[in-house]
């Protein structure tokens, strides 16, 4: 919300909840409240570390509007962690019938993660709401999609595509950033950067999105498990931007909604005109036919018989929904961009512990070998679409999780060999090669 962007109304920030919890959205409301005094202060003391978490742990300045405002941050942390210690909102924490309205969606019967009705909220209106200084404040909305256990709700490309389509019918802006809730934006000028790109008439027929690396905060010194992952998230980012550009890696992304909707030259139409990308909504968020729309879209059977997930929004059918996306756009001969500033344009969090590596990597392992299999595996479908040099990169992240056998292999088969004294590398001697080097 506090990105340098002029003018702010017209920036809107939608939430997923993809775990329906009433204590997500009650700490969003506080953030909200706190927003109005943090916005201001950040624009007028030209913060860049807007995050304030992030601030109050750099070495700002003390003086009695930072300790007046980092107290307000304290006590909304603390109210925050109240409830969520308690694990549920209580009345004290409740300031009016409006917000106790708000709660009780997530006391009806029945109410599960897994099992509940889709709810949207509007937390800050822009144009109606106005931060201390008088100034206009950004859209924020929460939204947890329906979910019930007999439909299928595909992870998180099934939360994205529901987020596409509220958003969509709220405010329906061209450009979409996509971040992960473990992430955080470490550079306020950040959207500039990317409108860069969609602003340039060259690349903007067949610019899908523009992508910056994922780099990561409290990264410890050895990165013993070697998460930062360089070699995926900057080197080959970097060398695939020299041919049709880097993949989709999940976060850190700004979009063109457009990409969405078919390949650039021709449009995959959606069941309702209110989503074609190009529509200009001309009603406030808080309409009533506005929160029916988006309730209607957010629902569990919105998609049936519909081609989301297959040729529209973010696709279905593997774990790594990003890197699948991408993939899928690439082929359909949508363009995209690496952007890699000198400071962080996002910082996140890295997995710290070997539980948390090995159930990271299982997860990818499993869903990039789905796409390797699939239809649209990029030895038979990826290489018609879109040339060898390009497909070899594609078809290198799919293919990864196969480098597992080699290595497992090496990992054992030396040990085992040297106990039972059997020799699996030729010696020095036998090998006519070392001599002739020698020779040289
Ligand atoms: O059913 C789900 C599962 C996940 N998420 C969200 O997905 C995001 C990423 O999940 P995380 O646990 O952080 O996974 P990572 O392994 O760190 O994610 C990497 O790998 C994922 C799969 O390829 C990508 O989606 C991520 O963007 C990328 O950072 C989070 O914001 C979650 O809230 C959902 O909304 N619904
Ligand atoms: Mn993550």
Redesign the pocket.
Known sequence: MAYDYYPIEKLSVYL?D?GGSELTLFAFMEAAKFAVYWLPFCRENNIIERCPDAYFSSSYTENSETQKIKLMYESMKTRIENVIERGKVDEDYINNDEELQDFTKFSIAGFTRHNHPSIVQVLLESGKDKDITGHGMPNLIYLSREKNKSSP?H??A??LNALLRVSGIMTNAPIILKL???MYSNDPSTPQRALCYFLDQTLWPKLAFVQFP?CFHELNEADIYASEMKGLFHTNAMGMDGLSGPNY???GCFFRRRAFFGCPSSFEQPKIPELFPDHVVNKPIQAHEISRQAHYVASCNYEDESTWGSKMGFRYGS?????YTGYRLQCEGWKSIFCSPKRPAFL?DI?ISLYEVVS?NK??SV?LLEVAFSKYSPLTFGVRSMGFVMDHCNAHYAFWPIWSIPIILYAFIPQLTLLNGVTIFPKRSNVEIFGDFEKC
């Open positions: 997923s993809d709700h992870f998180k099934g939360a992960d809730c473990d994922q890696v999940g976060t774990l790594v929904e990003d890197y996140g997995p990271q997860r990818w869903g």
